[in-house]
């Protein structure tokens, strides 16, 4: 849809400016009611609802700035203005072709009664899934330059939620869920034990991170996270053990500021996701929406895919980043002593690109092709890595016309090692060097200290460095990927190139870690996943038995949850995360990988509950064909999963990929069963997962013979 059809969605119903009048205002679509007013002292506040019940009890808003301390008093409404919108807008890619973005919008102009008169304007949006607000800093004489020393925004609780949370720690969102009471909340001991995670920091035993999963004792759930993270540090959430106030609370910079902003300036949106359905939270568009469009006119080059990878084989320890083992005992001639166990070698690189090529997987990374892998982390040394220049055995010449030959693309890995400041001195070269090799692709890393040292990975300078890395990619036509960003909020919407992040905690832990329990992926899709794709690595099909490195490491689930994941865990880049060799044991099963796409025009969430268990049917990008993943957690359950998604009257064939009778993902993980059947829009699936278990199903359109020679699913 162009702009200008947009607007003409857009109808204005109401503006109105009442300058003298300070009564409540309020807003509302289908269940969810927002009101807002000043109170006596001119603190401005909001509450909200769902179905007549509270959500959020009077909640304060705004802030101490350098400027002025009490930035959340003495305001008087100097205008409102309402309006309703309905648009509906295409996704470069997505999980479902059209999203519609439909709500009602007030927006609150508020003036200081102190002589300054300094001005500020909050812009509240309801959805039929919740609210959103963000504060706008309109531009004004008396406000200028100023620092944001703490944002004052409240979430006041109506209860003693349970919630799903993880430390609300500066550098990291890579750690294991805990299910507690908001009161029970105290990430001390957590954040002591968990030292699987490089860099923590996390000096507020009571903060945690959004997206932020709560469910009330009367079945309601509250999702609390924030859209349109720019230029502003990422918002954590301080919660007060005995009211249940939830208060932000902003990632500082080295010299405990929050922000430094020039008006006119706006904060990221605050929403606040609400349903008394959990699947209607992981449907939820309202991020998305509130995002700007895609910057990227010209988007033919971006390009959803799986990709395979010189990965898994390090993080088990069959091979490794190194090329030498040690940087500074060189030979005679001033080289790196090979060790004779460096993965990202030329015949290990064609090895992964004819798999790839053999298989329809478009994309091969290659991680340890470039020097400085000998001492990259835990140094805080500002010069880690040459982004231009391979290892000696890493041949790229080669290696791009080898590729380019097998129609496989290249997946480029700068890791920063956590010096963003040499990252961005390397940026131009290193994104035209991987123009010259044909990379299409960069997966970033930041593990370790951040340099500018004092800065945070969530901090403002973070945010704007993440930001700037997605924009030179774009300038280059290259997909980015992100490991150990800032989490997600939606701007994948306006760069579309910037295509997935890790920031949490992903499959790999179970590599070189004790790993996550087998609940870990039915909370994922409620909490770092309602901002944006992961890239969870999933697709891991031998689940124990690594090499010596790490005899006692296991995958926590079984096979068929790990193809179910390709489904539950949404990526348009999706890596197929274990070795050529381990595939090539179960090529029954890999069919599904084969398979799966990674775009799609539509998305069924058949069932969810966070901790427990969630089945996803989602449609492929222009065809007929529909796969469906389902999971558990610890405990085996049936999944029930009514077809009536499917074209009536069309026949389609289902492959069904479940766990094995036996199966369990400790003891029997790699037992599975596939069956085919026939399947209509009538057919109810009814499969059992195992402890730990999953199934993954592809349902593709019938042709004459196999209607014939299949049986109809009962
Ligand atoms: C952590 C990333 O998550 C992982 O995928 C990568 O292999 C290592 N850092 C090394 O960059
Ligand atoms: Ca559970």
Known sequence: MTPAKILAFLAIILTCKIANSQQTQTLEMGKVKLSFMVDAGGTPRYEASYNGKPVILPSRLGFNLNTDSLFYTSFEIAGTQKRSFDETWQPIWGETKN????????????????????LLTIIFRVFEDGVAFRYVFPQQ??????????????????????????????????????????????????????????????????????????????????????????????????????????????????????????APAVTPWRTIIISDNAAAILSSNMILNLNDPSVIKDPTWIKPMKFAGVWWEMQTGKSGWNYADNADNLSKDGQLIPNGKHGANTANVKRYIDFAAANGIKGVLAEGWNPGWEDWFGNWKEKVFDFTKPYPDFDIRQLTQYAASKGVNLIMHNETSGSA????????????????????????????????????????????HYLRVAQKAAEHHIMLDAHEPVRPTGLQRTYPNWMACEAGRGNEYNAFSNGSPPEHETILPFTRLIGGPMDYTPGIFKMKGYTSYAPTRQMHTTLCKQLA?????????QMVADLPENYQAHMDAFQFIKDVPTDWDDTKILAAEPGDYISIARKEKNAANWFIGAITDENSRKAIMPFSFLDKGTRYVASIYRDAAHADWKDNPEAY???????????????????????????????????KKLKKYK
């Open 99 to 118: 999203i519609r973005n439909h709500g009602e919008e007030l927006l609150i102009q508020l003036k200081s009664k102190h002589a300054a008169g300094c």
């Open 141 to 262: 004489p008396n406000l200028k330059y100023f620092i944001v020393k703490d944002e004052l925004t409240a979430f006041n609780m109506a209860g003693n939620h349970k919630t799903f949370w993880i430390p609300g720690d500066y550098d990291s969102n890579e750690y294991l869920y805990t299910t507690s009471s908001l009161s029970e909340i105290d990430n001390r001991k957590i954040v002591e034990a968990a030292t699987d995670i490089a860099v923590r920091e996390a000096p507020d035993p009571y903060a945690v991170q959004t997206p932020l999963m709560m469910k009330t004792m009367d079945g309601l759930y509250i999702n609390i996270h924030e859209a349109a993270l720019v230029n502003y540090s990422s918002m954590q959430l301080h919660t007060d053990r005995t009211t249940h106030a939830l208060t932000a609370s902003l990632v500082p910079d080295a010299v405990g500021n929050k922000a430094y902003l020039h």
């Open 421 to 464: 400041t040499d990252y961005e001195r390397q940026l131009d070269t290193a994104y035209r060097f991987m123009n010259l090799f044909g990379y299409t692709s960069v997966k970033t890393g930041y593990v370790g200290r951040i340099i500018p040292r004092g800065e945070h990975h969530d901090g403002q300078w973070m945010v704007d």
């Open 565 to 573: 994941l390709y489904v539950t865990l949404y990526s348009p880049l």
């Open 673 to 707: 069963t596939i069956e085919q059947f026939i399947v209509d829009s009538n057919t109810t699936l009814n499969i059992t997962l195992a402890p730990g278990g999953g199934a993954a199903v592809s349902v593709k359109p019938a042709s004459a013979e196999e209607i």
